[in-house]
């Protein structure tokens, strides 16, 4: 079992360097950023109990932007019925909340209005940049009326552009939507399922939406594609999906292979620019598999880190026991075969570090693509005893990283003295630095859950406390 990395505690951190010179690896925190490292966004139970960020951006200023759900108890609601609301968050570069921005009680906290009448739970999943510095934002509202996946439009202040769409926003009915990205001509792809509810099957989609929030017509059929994989009576789930040259869009996600609720298989699928199945990835424009080493059926393709040389590394989770799911990291090469060369001997393919030995669900939460190849998935898991911030670094080859934080695993507990922290998103700075973020219910007598960031050396640097190089 690898063992997580310690830290000193700051005070202790900061009094050895005093004396002597400091040698920062890749994967230790940045005492630049927030204090020591991390920064909190403590909630104040006025305009959130709880902040919980699923995805994140690198601003070119070095702010960082932070989209996902806020949560409140609005009375009467009972305290186990809160409302819950996208929200958008954002830091300075050396962490600490941006006060220019927001419309809350919380310093750098904008939330959304109702975007959906009276759904309680309406939380972003995804979101993108324009060029011009305004958003767009995916997510699905739901509980207490229909169901309904939203996209919505934001300026780059946090208000909704109610030019775009109908009033601001895009609503597709029985929809669950995750992800939304841009092509090279800013317009909106976005990708979920279609519940039919009759059939009870969810059916993997991807809308193409333009600029104005209207389906743009040339993309498959009235500006929507439906992947039904290998059996149109089966679900399919889209768990992420990338823009990639030409404009052609990769889908990762699970399909259930063996019938309706007996799990999933690993999902892949590549459109060209005009919504239809390419046919050089693997025959059909589509592939669903399994690692044949193993007899898992609980399998998907989690987030999606393309090459630029058409090959596509992926996260996901596989069954590792029962009721229980593990990390694994694969790649396939342009015509959707598995890449050999990436991962164990033992399974070429794939690599699955033995990790989290007693956690259950693990779920991958970010997944980037550093400029030498190396890949970083940050992991979200339940364990009866606690979790933590956690993150694994494998090489460009899919082997453990012996040279990111302990033996390629990053494991930090941002509540020393709570009950839990978890990451929610994980980003690329374009220094090289990882951020990632999430939340941390740090006091055993509260019910607040804070938003926490901290963010990871990558280049290693050298820092001599007498100032000399």
Known sequence: MLLPRTFMPYAAVLAASATLPCFAADGDPDTGFGSGGVSYVAVDDVSAREITPHASIALPDGKLLFAGARNKIVPPSPWYEPQIRGMLLRLDADGSPDAGFGNTTIAGLAELPDLATGQRMQGIESVARFADGSYVAVGTAMVNGPLQGYVVKLTASGDVDESFGSGGTVLLPMHYLHVVRLDSQQRIVVGGEHFDSGGFVYTSTVVRLDGSGAYDTT?????????VWADAGASGYVHDLAVVADDAIVVGGGFESNGSGLGTDYALARLGADGAFDASFAGVGWRVFHDPSETSIVNAVERLAPLADGRIAFAGYHNTGENIT????????????????????????????????????????????????????????????????????????????????????????????????????????????????????????????????????????????????
């Open 326 to 469: 593990g990390l694994v990291l694969g790649r396939v090469l342009a015509d959707g075969s598995t890449d050999t060369a990436f991962g164990d001997l033992a399974n070429p393919g794939y690599f699955k570090p033995a990790i989290l030995p007693t956690a259950e669900s693990a779920n991958v939460s970010g997944f980037v693509l550093q400029d030498d190849g190396k890949l970083v998935a940050s992991v979200a898991y339940y364990t009866p005893d606690k979790e933590h911030f956690f993150a694994v670094r494998s090489t460009a080859d899919g082997a453990p990283d012996p040279d990111f934080a302990s033996a390629g695993i990053y494991d930090a507990d941002l509540a020393p003295d709570g009950v839990y922290s978890e990451i929610g998103t994980l980003l690329l700075q374009a220094d090289g630095k990882l951020v990632a973020a999430g939340r941390a219910q740090r006091t055993m007598d509260s019910p607040l859950v804070d938003f926490a960031a901290t963010r990871l050396l990558v280049t290693a640097d050298v820092i001599f406390a007498d100032g000399f190089d």
């Open 219 to 227: 993309f498959g059929s009235g500006g929507t594609q439906s992947i």
